[in-house]
């Protein structure tokens, strides 16, 4: 695992600062993107971290059901904008 | 009188099959009624909005659902699929309306108590329509509301130790036929592999990370009662290395349509078929032409059996599977997206199924190909799309799975294999000199 990715904080500032620079187009992104930000590193480590930054509320999920996607947590369009509390 | 006026709906009943319209009207009725005093958690008329939001897409003929949204319970990245109506205020109880999965049991083995709390939960907590099951082969609950799902969770887990099931980018709820469980033609117990397999990747269940869906499913033998060869990403469908065994006296108890003996295990027994004939019911219908029964004698070419199961399924009580049992894994089915649709292709011809070493040389084969999948698979490209765009050649190598004659579809008309340079004895370096020795220009 790299340096970047084995460092909790490091890798999470990473990954926000990798999703707001993107934010003004997209607010969702595939899993595969994060390869952009851990090059060095193997998919299944990256999504270890990744997931971990879910359970901590930096991230948050999105899916049409049968593609899931990964965004900032509040960003883009919210289930609260449909109404539900 | 029902909430909204369906006279489009309303054909789908006219014809001679069940309608799914009959079913949402009964429900919208028991709901209505509420005759069992159910505490209702979301609208008490969602089921009729449905069916009046249904009616409305087919008078526009265009969806009024919107596209995804949340997708789970806490820690969990799927399971949960978010579904809102587009027209809210018309249709008020399915303005939020997401479908849970649940991971049904292996075999589809249900006791009537468990189906009891099941729908006593959704009933309460959701719209009370149920998909038993969906197309991947998991329970689907349609219809509920974002603070019901944790709710339903909580219930799931705490009183019936029972998880949601796969959606979006995780592997699928693996699903798998009943096996030795109950059937005598089961090569392997397709329960325990497909059990061991959900517990194994839990992670790859509840925590998306591959570039789409990913589907297991389990056969236990070539009849393919799941049907894994066309269904599945990765399919397990059960076989044999040895010969099929024969009885040899129960096979002329068949020729002599000995009432004991009945073709097909009886299961033709409705109508006169006349009586049964081994040269055209069994010998003349092999694919590889590989049987013959003289002298009151059946013998199989086992060397050319493509295990079809045909002439074990017309004579069970004289032929057998064979006692050296494993899995062959096929790879690659998917319905059309892309490309069209693909039935799997044969990976590995041959694998042991075995629990005591937890299936080593199973999961072996499966993380290789995750890994490959997910570092060269573009988003949204399946297993199957990636073997058509780099090769199969290339997944052998990944796998470190050598070329086989049953890697070629038809070894007799069609041997084309490309040799790498290593691969070949001298490489492609020649001596055109000592060549020409031997061959005139």
């Known amino acids: ?13 990473a990954v926000v600062d990798f ?12 899993f595969n993107d994060f390869q952009d930000i851990f090059p060095d590193d193997k998919l299944r480590d990256i999504k270890k971290v990744v997931n971990k930054m879910v359970t901590d509320g930096v991230l948050e999920y999105w899916s049409s059901g049968s593609t899931t996607m990964y965004g900032l947590k509040g960003g883009g369009k919210q289930h609260g904008s449909e109404g539900e509390a | 009188m029902a909430k909204h006026e369906t006279p489009l709906l309303d054909q789908l009943e006219s014809g001679p099959w069940p309608s799914f319209v009959s079913d949402l009207k009964q429900q919208a009725e028991v709901r209505a009624k509420n005759e069992a005093g159910v505490e209702f ?29 949340i997708v789970g319970v806490f820690g969990y990245g799927g399971g949960v699929i978010g579904r809102y109506c587009d027209q809210p205020k018309l249709f008020p109880g399915v303005e939020h309306f997401h479908t849970m999965r649940v991971a049904q049991p292996c075999g589809k083995y249900y006791k009537t108590d468990y189906l009891r709390q099941l729908t006593k939960i959704w009933d309460m907590r959701g719209s009370g329509i149920t998909n038993m099951h969906g197309a991947t082969g998991d329970i689907i609950l349609l219809g509920t509301t974002t603070p019901q799902i944790e709710e339903i969770f909580y219930e799931l887990t705490h009183n019936m130790n029972q998880d949601l099931g796969g959606s979006g980018s995780n592997l699928r709820t693996p699903a798998d036929c009943l096996g030795s469980s109950r059937c005598q033609y089961a090569c392997y117990d397709s329960n325990a592999l497909c059990h061991f397999l959900t517990n194994n990747y839990q992670d790859e269940l509840h925590r998306p990370a591959f570039p789409y869906k990913f589907k297991f499913k389990f056969d236990a033998c070539p009849n393919g009662c799941v049907a894994s060869i066309a269904r599945s990403d990765m399919s397990f469908i059960g076989t044999w290395r040895d010969a099929i065994k024969i009885d040899q006296d129960a096979v002329n108890k068949y020729v002599e349509n000995d009432a004991a003996y009945p073709a097909n295990a009886g299961a033709h027994k409705g109508k006169d078929w006349g009586p049964f004939d081994i040269e055209k019911e069994v010998v003349e219908l092999c694919p590889t032409k590989c049987m013959k029964f003289e002298n009151k004698t059946l013998k199989i070419d086992n060397s050319n059996c493509t295990r079809c199961m045909h002439c074990i399924n017309t004579m069970p009580r004289a032929l057998r599977i064979g006692d050296d049992r494993g899995c062959s894994i096929l790879v690659g089915a998917k319905a059309p997206i892309v490309d069209g649709a693909q039935m799997g292709s044969l990976l590995v011809p041959f694998i042991e199924v075995n629990a005591e070493n937890d299936y080593e040389a199973i999961t072996e084969v499966i993380e290789n190909v995750w890994d490959w999948w997910m570092e060269e698979g573009k988003n949204r490209e399946r297993l199957g799309e990636l073997i058509m765009r780099q090769g199969f050649q290339k997944l052998l190598e990944v796998t470190g799975i050598e070329a086989q004659p049953q890697h070629v579809a038809y070894p007799r008309t069609n041997p084309y294999i490309f040799w790498k340079e ?20």
């Open chain 1, 19 to 30: 999703m707001t620079k993107k934010s003004k187009n997209k607010s969702k992104f595939y």
């Open chain 2, 41 to 69: 958690q979301i609208p008490q008329d969602a089921v009729e909005d449905l069916l009046g939001v249904l009616e409305l897409s087919f008078k526009h003929g265009r969806t009024h659902w919107k596209h995804g949204g």
């Open chain 1, 1 to 13: 695992m790299s340096e970047l990715l084995s460092n909790k904080e490091a890798a999470t500032q």
């Open chain 2, 422 to 441: 290593d691969e070949v004895t001298g490489g492609w370096e020649r001596d055109v000199v000592e060549y020409r020795k031997h061959h005139l220009r």
